[in-house]
């Protein structure tokens, strides 16, 4: 459904697509460079078409009205004139269903165009966009609301788009008024704060210059989405979250920058059309891991161990994510389901997450950050689909020149000590050559001080006994006075 058709002496060589968004309708602006290898007096080309109607047609001689559009396609035909080798077809169309779904005032919408696997492809949305998905090979950015991408070939592309949405420095927050815009400025001017993490810890950047977020009550979020997440990234660029989930500042930290490092990880797995996720959300678990940890968060380990604190008058216990039992049948039966493992298998889906996150811990443990940097930065240009699970774990792990088995053994005690070093493994945020994933893919470094951000913790950890302590004060007040009376 995305190719040209043309004589076999004639070829595409550019397209340029410009989209002008207003409100529920679309004006494609595309421009076609049509080359002959020999001279001719036209050229005529068939190309799909799922637009509503052609506003206009032309060429280098003028208006054309040798077209027709007849069962999802258009038929063209330029202007007769003398003979030549180039030509410069522009096409002018109304498209009005460009959307697929919507998450309070966040429209998610979708765009094709068709080219040929050779044909260079420049493609433009002026906004409000704030975030994007497109076709595996393609770069892009969005910069002032305006989306720019540029590759090889048929493009599809998704993107937000929304006039409406409260700024919070990056980020562009849709949701119902039931949170306080003082409640959710602490929170995402704190999630600007720790946002180094995720280039640093992942050596990649999408370029753009916002990203969405759409925070839905919990019984919207369960009906919409599912009932045990909190959070989860929508292909097209949109983050929603579980209204529940913001109630705590500092718990809502993680699952945000965890559901942030899906943003990412897309730009690096849009060859990724599998059901395949183990890698995706071991890196996105990681990169919770590590806020948690530099936020003073207490986490559970991995497979082994208990975690006992106490707090005021009650001794409270955190078990391990995952049971070390399945992780050795898992290997004692030669399993390889993790090859294909993804969320939505309900039975495995806490052991996935953790084997999914020790397989990252391990890596990085292993490996350090600058082969993970190295093949992440592989990934982005990586341009062929892949469908098929098992295939796309083939060539991940051969690109991370690794296999898919954390701290397998042959005996249970050398697997209890792997998985013991991998829980009390925290290393330090890497200061990384970052790559942003954009059309020029620039290389950028950050500068940062996590000693700053753990300052503010200490800080924060201080305010928060503070206001403890007053409050069982003036409890202890009250109870003082009425035993008195």
């Known amino acids: 459904m995305f190719f040209f058709t043309l004589p076999a002496y004639s070829k595409i060589t550019r397209i340029d697509c410009n989209l002008n968004i207003k409100d529920q309708e679309a ?29 206009k047609i032309s060429d280098s001689i003028g208006n054309i009205k040798n077209y027709e559009v007849r069962d999802g396609k258009l038929f063209v035909k330029t202007n007769s004139s003398a003979k030549r080798k180039e030509e410069l077809l522009k096409i002018e169309a109304q498209y009005k269903e460009l959307e697929k779904e919507a998450f309070l005032q966040a429209r998610i919408l979708d765009f094709s165009v068709a080219a040929e696997d050779n044909t260079e492809l420049y493609f433009r949305a002026h906004g409000p966009i704030h975030g994007f998905d497109a076709s595996p090979g393609f770069k892009g ?27 919070f420095g990056r980020f562009i927050v849709f949701e119902d008024g039931s949170i306080s815009n003082a409640h959710l400025t602490e929170i995402f001017n704190e999630a600007e704060n720790l946002y180094f993490i995720l280039p640093n810890v992942l050596g990649i ?25 909190r959070g989860i990234y929508v292909n097209g660029g949109l983050i929603l979250l579980k209204e529940s989930v913001l109630r705590e500042k500092k718990s809502a930290l993680p699952v945000i920058l965890h559901e942030l490092a899906h943003c990412f990880n897309a730009k690096a797995f849009a060859w990724n059309s599998s059901k395949a996720v183990w890698l ?12 948690s ?22 001794v409270y216990t955190i078990f391990p994510s995952g049971d070390f039992n399945d992780l050795y049948q898992y290997y004692n039966d030669e399993s390889s389901y993790m090859a294909e493992w993804n969320a939505e298998n309900s039975e495995k889906r806490t052991f996935g997450y953790a084997f999914s996150e020790l397989f990252v811990r391990d890596y990085i443990f292993r490996n350090g950050f600058e082969k993970l940097h190295y093949a992440m930065q592989s990934f982005l240009n990586e341009k062929e689909n892949i469908y098929d699970s098992r295939e796309f774990t083939k060539k991940a792990l051969e690109k991370l020149e ?8 042959t005996k249970k005690e050398m697997m209890v000590s792997c998985i013991n070093e991998l829980n009390s493994f925290a290393p330090e945020i890497p200061k990384a050559k970052i790559v942003v994933a954009g059309p020029k893919q620039l290389q950028k470094t950050d500068d940062f001080d996590i000693f700053v951000v753990r300052a503010k913790n200490i800080k924060a950890k201080f305010r928060d006994l503070n206001d403890k302590m007053q409050k069982f004060l003036e409890f202890a007040f009250k109870a003082t006075e009425a035993h008195l009376q």
């Open 27 to 55: 004006i494609a602006s595309i421009s076609i460079n049509l080359y002959s290898e020999t001279p001719i007096n036209y050229f005529s080309i068939e190309m799909p078409f799922q637009g509503n109607r052609i506003i």
């Open 141 to 167: 950015s969005v910069k002032g609301g305006e989306l720019f991408l540029v590759g090889y070939g048929p493009l599809h592309v998704r993107f937000i788009y929304s006039h409406s949405g409260q700024r």
């Open 205 to 229: 950047e999408p370029d753009q210059d916002i990203y969405a977020i759409a925070i839905l009550c919990d019984s919207n979020y369960n009906s919409r989405v599912n009932n045990y997440s």
């Open 280 to 291: 995706d959300e071991g890196l996105a678990k990681f990169i919770e891991y590590l806020v």
């Open 293 to 314: 940890k530099n936020l003073g968060i207490k986490v559970p380990n991995l497979f082994l161990g208990e975690k006992k604190y106490i707090e005021g008058r009650y």
């Open 402 to 409: 690794t296999s898919l088995e954390p701290c397998k053994a």
